[in-house]
């Protein structure tokens, strides 16, 4: 197989939220002539500031770039831009072959199933897709060391790996499209699950004349630490539920997960208890906070004015 070329000078992005800007400011950080658009000036300007160029629409950025990322939080997101006159796939009319988007880099958390499907559209515009979700949170976008999960052809996946290195410590081609989608399902699930797993046991500490700090001191000296416990330890003991990775995105993201079990015909009924957990959190109007309050709902749900049940009821 011949080698993959190399990637040309200008790449795009779209989409610059909390993670979306660092990352495209590593890329100019890296030396790439980055095209970037968003739709708030606030963001645009920053990202300028940072090196980037500004385009008026995506439909400029696809024009403007062979390979193009979009950083969104999922794919009504990404169909949303790649549609319409001022869209992505516009783009492609309005400049030669050899200049135009020919891929596109999904790097938000979307469905594997989706994304697979979107790579069976795109293929007759003469895209090829890549999905690339990442992991390490806005301290892995700011520190370029996120941990990215890329699924595409050997090929398409080694085209695009120097901006993917620009921007994380571990870039790992995990097999074709929708394998690095499936991957970060499978990142998801075990963050939703060790953060219940973490609230579950502050409650049952409280319960037991524990303090909540203490417990997870403890527990972050001992073979229960984790990357997890690290990150939010600090809301948890202090019940501090600011946002930092929003519940609603984890209920979304366990959404893949189900979608993927389903898919696979397998069942995973920690997944499904999880997955319940975090739905009544978007239930009670807690999506927008921090993932962690899946404490505060515990906390609710185990309150002595709370009626419990037995087996027997």
């Known amino acids: 197989m011949n080698s993959p070329p190399q990637p040309p000078g200008t790449v795009g ?5 909390a993670m979306g800007l660092p990352m495209a400011a590593n890329l100019a950080k890296a030396g790439f002539d980055v095209l970037v658009w968003a739709r708030g000036r606030i963001p645009l300007d920053a990202a300028v500031a940072a090196g980037c160029r500004a385009a008026d629409r ?15 939080p999922d794919l009504p997101q990404v169909r949303d831009v790649s549609a319409g006159p001022d869209g992505l ?18 790097m938000g958390t979307v469905s594997p199933v989706a994304v697979r499907a979107l790579a069976q559209e795109l293929r007759s515009f003469g895209v090829t897709v890549v999905d690339a979700p990442v992991s390490g949170g806005v301290t892995g976008a700011r520190d370029a060391t996120l941990s990215i999960m890329a699924g595409g052809t050997p090929y398409a996946v080694e085209s695009v790996r120097p901006y993917l290195t620009a921007m994380g410590s571990t870039v790992r081609r995990m097999g074709d499209t929708g394998a690095g989608s499936l991957a970060k399902a ?28 203490a417990l997870l001191e403890v527990l972050a000296g001992g073979l229960a630490s984790s990357e997890v416990l690290a990150q939010k330890r600090r809301h948890l003991a202090d019940s501090d539920f600011t946002p930092s990775g929003p519940a609603r995105y984890l209920h979304k993201d366990l959404g893949f997960v189900l979608d993927s079990a389903a898919d696979a015909h397998v069942e995973l009924p920690l ?6 957990l ?28 709370r009626p419990h049940h037995t087996s027997k009821d």
Do not use: K, W
């Open 13 to 17: 992005f779209v989409g610059l939220g």
């Open 58 to 72: 995506p439909a400029d950025v696809a024009a403007g770039a062979r390979t193009v990322i979009t950083m969104l």
């Open 89 to 106: 796939l516009a783009g492609l009319d309005t400049a030669a072959p050899a200049e135009a988007m020919d891929t596109l880099v999904v």
């Open 271 to 276: 997944s499904t208890s999880v997955a319940r």
């Open 186 to 213: 499978c990142n998801q699930l075990v963050v939703a699950g060790t953060l219940v797993a973490l609230a579950e046991a502050v409650v049952l500490g409280e319960h037991g004349g524990l303090d909540p700090a």
């Open 278 to 305: 975090y739905a009544a959190i978007d239930d009670r109007g807690l999506g927008d906070l921090d993932n962690s309050v899946v404490l505060r709902l515990l906390r609710e749900d185990n309150s002595p004015s």
